[in-house]
């Protein structure tokens, strides 16, 4: 049970997102930008629109009201606000908002907008309706720009043959003279496993006179590291550290760090980490967030705890996603105690409440086979009015079991019951109720076999083992059992051996 434990809660706790690999993550940050509104009206149609934020709500009413209403809509709002809906991946609304300027004619669209509207599509709905738009463009809007949105549609959705033509057509037309053209094709490679072809494109690149930027090199110093290539990775990072157009950021000495650390090279790894922290921006949470997943890896727990001190005092405000890392983080280097007092400060933060961020610490207590900790804080969470999980419950309930702790396991599997109509998808583990059965047969009175076989038939079927563990402690308090084997028959419980042979201890 104790190698499956932690896999289960994690389960529990991940972010319902498409997940990277870690040094792709790392790769990626810091090519966000924010945005942030200016001026009274910007705020406003913002302010309208922003709140919508489920995919089923349309932007076009909401739009046509507002111009209906006589208020204007400028051009560069709209663009600013599809800018902002990408950047919170609400891609099917942006998409609306870009398809409605286009038929209310609020602009002629140049390339630009087109190329906008094309990645849309490709998020939306899917390269083949992006190549269908494409091709529905004329000639003059055929630029780099929509051939480079093409190529992108393609190269997210893995579609190998499709990418490489589409680069040969655009290197034969003049338009692969960008860096992000390149960066591109070496994503794919990235996405398909053919790291080794990676380094090849940006040599590629610099002999075509295009500059690489932070995130080529950083695609390309990731490369050599999954190929366990430290030498070509480390001269791939000598060589983006002498470019005088390249100033270094953060992530890239953390891919390398990260890199550092699966090949057990703790020293080298510690150095890219200073290197990562001495450039990071002072208010970005994402960065402190992997410097402190990476020291944890490293099992650095007086780092990670620091780390989480700058992170505090720099940052505005913590959301859920840091106390998250955080608390795996000291989950990781078995700081339970500290991941208890951070996990106090998230219930008095203020934050949305989500039962994924008390439930690591749960784990970590079950992990380490400390049952009653994981369960006083899942009480503590009972008494607060807060939610938690029954298979929480449930696994603390085996632990409890595996111990031979039987009115504690009983205990916890009742409240696990019990929060069964919070979460129907979840079924008590067979193993568990098996035993507990049997042990409320053997040695529970018989208001502890009721109430657990009346809180288990909730959930599911009645079986010939409930009645069993029912007549069995009846039996033994010297109840009278015609009554259950009335109910028994009734439910169409068949009276087997098993059954037969406990009847027979009646005198």
Known sequence: MNSKIYHIFNRLSSILQKSRHPSEALIVLGRRRLYHANGKEMATLYSKISPLGSPAISMKPELDDWVQKGKKVRVAELQRIIHDLRKRRRFSQALQISEWMNEKGICKFSP??????????????????????????????????TYGALLNCYVRQREINKSLSHFHKMKEMGFA??????????????????????????????QSKILPDNYSYRICINSYGVRSDLVGMEKILKEMEAQPHIVMEWNTYAVAANLYIKSGLTDKAIEALKKAEIRVDKKDSDSYNFLISLYARLGKKDEVLRLWELEKSACKKCINRDYVNMLKSLVRVAELEEAEKVLKEWLSSGNCYDFRVPNIVVAGYSEKLLFEKAEAVLRDLTERGKASAPSSWSIVAAGYLDKGEMRKA??????????????????????????????????????????????????????????????????????????????????????????????????
């Open 410 to 507: 009983i205990g916890c599997m009742n409240a696990a019951l019990s929060l069964h109509v919070e979460d129907k998808g979840w079924k008590p583990n067979c193993r568990v109720i098996t035993s507990l059965l049997s042990w409320v047969g053997d040695e529970g009175s018989t208001e502890d076999a009721g109430a657990f076989v009346e809180s288990l038939r909730t959930v599911i079927p009645v079986s010939s083992q409930m009645y069993q563990a029912l007549i069995k402690a009846n039996i033994r308090n010297g109840k009278d059992v015609h009554s259950l084997l009335g109910k028994m028959r009734a439910e169409k419980v068949e009276e087997d051996e098993e059954t037969k042979k406990i009847l027979s201890m009646r005198q």
């Open 177 to 206: 003279s960008s860096t992000i053209t390149y960066n591109d094709v070496m994503c794919l490679y990235t996405y398909t496993d053919q790291h080794e072809k990676v380094p090849e494109v940006l040599a590629e690149m610099k």
């Open 112 to 145: 630009t907008e087109h190329a906008v509207q094309l990645d849309l599509i490709g998020r939306v709905h899917g390269f083949q309706s992006a190549e269908s738009y494409f091709n529905d463009l004329t000639d003059q809007d055929r630029t780099q720009k």
